[in-house]
């Protein structure tokens, strides 16, 4: 009997990982039809300078709404549409959707940047560069408004390739920063060597910061480290008051998070702006968000 329950356990977990598997392999290949359906959205996640709350951006964050599976998570699909050389075409779908906003914030008085998340494909392409002064070209919009966020792991995959086309981006004016930093195993000797102008401190701990002296150590060296580079320092989970006061006496540079806001659609991000610019904020350079 005990032989038949482990042979169930087994058949159990064919079918499960069967059904992952199946999952996986309709991503894949639904990928570009969806881009073209107008299933792929991108959404927007505020940032702000501390202390004051200036508005100096917004992260571009994909979203699936997948017919069968609903709201799909960029967690999920992703590293699904990475593996592949799709993850090119989502890539610039992305980019220029954000410039094409950059743009409209630029016509409207609003100075804001739109940071981009890279893959790992990207930055092992030679071509990248180019393409993304092309986009910059198309859109119009100056290259210190576009901030590319990758990954330490993504550029340790392989630095022969990836420097140099960090160091070109870097070059041609765009921002680039290093995302989720601090889960790397690698973080600190690397970055000094990293051609970036930003680090993201790793939303693990600042959410972690309330509870944990340890999260909380975490992210105050992260903080002398990234000034002691000469690096601005973003913290991402930004939840509440609490965390947002700790990051300000650490003196963080920007936060983001669900205090702030959560990521937005187009139409509800530009409404958000909309109820914060009405408050008679002048100068766009000058817009203080009243949260
Ligand atoms: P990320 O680049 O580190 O983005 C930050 C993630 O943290 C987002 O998850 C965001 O919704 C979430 N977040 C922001 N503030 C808070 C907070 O206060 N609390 C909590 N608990 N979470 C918060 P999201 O949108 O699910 O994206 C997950 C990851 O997917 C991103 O992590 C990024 O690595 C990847 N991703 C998203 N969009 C793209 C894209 O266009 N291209 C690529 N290659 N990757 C993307
Ligand atoms: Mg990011
Ligand atoms: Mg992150
Ligand atoms: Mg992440």
């Not at 989502?90 to 409207?108: I, N, P, Q, S, Y």
Request: charged share 25%; net charge negative; aromatic share 6%.
């Amino acid at each position: 009997r005990a032989a038949r329950n482990g042979d169930d356990g087994v058949r159990r977990y064919a079918t499960a990982m069967g059904q992952v598997f199946l999952r996986r392999f309709q991503l894949v290949t639904q990928f570009r039809q969806a881009l073209d359906a107008g299933q792929i959205e991108v959404h927007y996640q505020p940032k702000v300078a501390l202390p004051h709350r200036k508005l100096v951006g917004a992260e571009a964050l994909v979203r699936w709404s997948h017919p069968e599976y609903g709201r799909l998570s960029p967690d999920e699909f992703v590293p699904v549409v990475e593996a592949t050389g799709l993850v090119d075409a989502l890539t610039f779908f992305v980019l220029e959707r954000a410039l094409t906003k950059v743009r409209e914030w630029m016509d409207r008085g609003l100075r804001m940047s739109a940071a981009v998340n890279l893959s790992v494909r990207n930055l092992a392409d030679e071509s990248f560069p180019d393409r993304v002064a092309e986009a910059l070209q198309q859109a119009n919009v100056p290259p210190e408004l576009l901030t590319f966020e990758l990954t330490e792991s993504s550029v340790m995959a392989d630095p022969d390739r990836s420097l140099p086309v960090l160091r070109r981006l870097r070059t041609m004016g765009v921002v680039l920063a290093v995302d989720d930093f601090g889960t790397g195993y690698s973080s600190l000797a690397y970055l000094r060597q990293l051609p970036v102008d930003e680090v993201k401190i790793d939303k693990s701990f600042v959410l972690g910061m309330g509870t944990d002296l340890g999260d909380m150590a975490v992210v105050r060296s992260i903080v002398e480290l990234g000034h002691s580079l000469d690096l601005v320092v973003v913290a991402e989970g930004v939840e509440d008051d609490a965390a947002r006061d700790q990051l300000v006496t650490m003196r963080c540079d920007i936060a983001q998070g669900y205090l702030i806001s959560r990521p937005l659609s187009e139409d509800r991000f530009e409404a958000w702006l909309h109820a914060r610019t009405e408050r008679g904020v002048g100068p766009a350079d000058e817009t203080i968000l009243t949260l």
